[in-house]
């Protein structure tokens, strides 16, 4: 089944020059590109992303680290999309991500980060969304309907070998 999902490469994704080789990534690996703005985050934009994390006591670096510097926003689009994105993305913990994922490879900090206290936030380069039902409710919040683009490929079409 086709699907979308919210992918955020978070401030240090950002400051250290990441950006195209993460989306290379994601094009090679035969995702489609539906949206994508770079942007600061406000600090009620993170309230409504992280919502169910607003009020813990570890929150307040989780704003601080999102809204810390630039983000890039996308939207990425395929069958499967969701497993395929998140598979490619690696564990949430950078020291728990396989080598060849995006976490894995590229985000090198893990919790809590050596001197600093328990409730600093895990700085692991990359969201996805999890479910298309967050995929939905994370799109909405991050872009308007009439800035997500559908269009089709060459790669879209189907091949017949007779």
Known sequence: MY???LIII???GVQRSLVGTVINRFENAGLKIHAMKLQNVAAE???KHYSEH???AFYPTVEEY???GPVMVF???GVSAIKKIRAMVGATEPASALPGTIR?????Q????????????????????ATPDEAAAEIAIWFSEDELVDYDKVTDQQVSFK
């Open 3 to 5: 699907e979308k999902s």
């Open 10 to 12: 978070k401030p240090d």
């Open 45 to 47: 934009q993170s309230k």
């Open 54 to 56: 607003v009020g813990k």
């Open 66 to 68: 999102i809204t810390s």
């Open 75 to 77: 939207v990425l689009g």
């Open 104 to 108: 894995g490879d590229f985000a090198h």
């Open 110 to 129: 893990s919790y809590p980060a050596p001197g600093e206290p328990d409730d600093k936030p895990i700085r692991n380069l990359i969201h996805a969304s």
